[in-house]
Nanobody
Framework: QVHLAESGGGLVQAGGSLRLPCTAY?????MSWFRQAPGKEREFVAS????????MYSDAVKGRFSISRDNAENKVYLQMNSLKPEDTAIYYC???????????????????WGQGIQVTVSS
């Protein structure tokens, strides 16, 4: 059984930066971040392969966010730069056995989810 735990959320001004760690308790390969804004459906943000060699991003965050991992520490990070008020959401990390670009944004393919953490960007 794998347990995921996000941390590092909070309030930040527009244009600022924030880094979200996700700690994995148990072995998990492909990891992703999703987010859910108020009144909206949960959406894909970024994904990373088990060895960190492959990544992908949604168009909404490409060029501003960066996903990385430290397997020695069992952590995946989401570095968020140039934050905008529309980035305000609950951010979730998720895990699954295989990295696949074709299905990375499909929430149904993920076996493990964190509890989510709030990120609020003020204008």
């Amino acid at each position: 059984q794998v347990h995921l735990a996000e941390s590092g959320g909070g309030l930040v001004q527009a244009g600022g930066s924030l880094r979200l760690p996700c700690t994995a308790y148990g072995r998990i390969s492909a990891m992703s971040w999703f987010r859910q804004a108020p009144g909206k459906e949960r959406e894909f943000v970024a994904s990373i392969s088990g060895n960190g060699a492959m990544t992908m991003y949604s168009d909404a965050v490409k060029g501003r966010f960066s996903i990385s991992r430290d397997n020695a520490e069992n952590k995946v990070y989401l570095q968020m730069n140039s934050l905008k008020p529309e980035d305000t959401a609950i951010y979730y990390c998720a895990g699954r056995p295989v990295f696949d670009r074709r299905t990375a944004s499909d929430q149904r393919t993920y076996s493990y989810w964190g509890q989510g953490i709030q990120v609020t960007v003020s204008s």
